[in-house]
């Protein structure tokens, strides 16, 4: 069968089962308006007052625990629980709603990330330096270099043009592994092949807050990259940044 056959039959299933459960709520709906008495709707409409005030108070409680926590640049156990409900809930529900403006979806995204550093950090635990895996995108490589460092970091001949060659002898001097991914497909792959304990990652804002979001049972701590050349190309990273992670995290 082509894969492209394939896809359309996966498509044709889906959406027959959307439809039926959608035809299947009308038909309970529809049955319910012509039966019901006015009591009943009258006890409908409390529990969704009653359902919305309790989601309105749970959204309150955990805006306030992110609040204070990224302020307080530290969390308790249970200021844990409720900030990572709300990263999972308030932040992509933030990022929805600010679709239009490019500025503010950079705002929320690097907001993201910071939180997440602190919710890693205050989980105060340290990692052996052979857990961690250094994590960076392919675009710090300069681009005139005509070696391929993706495949082995190790070709690497450390000429300075950009920062590859640097955090390498880093890595070796520390004992960290080090991988550099060409998109977040590779960079899912690797992790999977390596089950690191804590990953540090370089990329820019959008692709960490995807990939700390996707990569949920692993500790992430989120670093951005620099890009003076515009993003994917040339782009750069604060060296003392991810040395001080690693000093602070093993």
């Known amino acids: 069968m082509k894969p ?8 044709v299933r889906t959406s027959t089962i959307i439809f039926t459960v959608f035809i299947s709520l009308l038909a309970v709906f529809s049955v319910a ?13 409390m529990s969704i007052i009653a ?19 990224y302020r307080n640049k530290k969390a308790g156990p249970v200021m844990l629980m409720l900030i990572k409900a ?15 403006n490019q500025q503010l979806k950079k705002s929320i995204r690097l907001f993201y990330i910071e939180l997440n550093n602190i919710v890693v950090e205050s989980d105060n ?9 250094l994590l960076l995108p392919h675009c710090l490589q300069n681009s005139e270099c005509g070696l391929k460092v993706t495949s082995n970091p190790q070709v690497c001949r450390r000429c300075g043009k950009c920062k590859i060659g640097q955090l390498l002898d880093y890595a070796s001097e520390r004992n960290i592994g080090i991988f550099i991914a060409t998109g977040g497909t590779v960079a899912r792959k690797i992790i999977r092949q390596n089950n690191p304990k804590l990953i540090i990652s370089v990329a820019c804002e959008r692709d960490l807050m995807s990939g700390i979001s996707d990569v949920k049972v692993i500790p ?14 040339n782009t750069d990273v604060d060296f003392a940044a991810i040395k001080e992670r690693v000093e602070q995290l093993t």
């Open 220 to 233: 992430v701590i989120g670093i951005t990259n620099k890009q003076p050349n515009g993003p994917c190309f």
């Open 86 to 100: 709300g990263m999972q809930i308030m932040l992509p529900l933030a990022l929805l709603f600010a679709r239009t």
């Open 125 to 133: 635990k340290k990692y052996r330096p052979e857990d961690v895996m």
């Open 51 to 69: 359902a919305m005030g309790l989601s309105l108070f749970l959204l309150l409680l955990v805006s306030l625990a992110i609040v204070s926590t």
């Open 4 to 11: 492209l056959e394939n896809n359309i039959k996966v498509f």
């Open 33 to 45: 308006y012509a039966h019901a008495t006015l009591k009943a709707y009258n006890i409908i409409l």
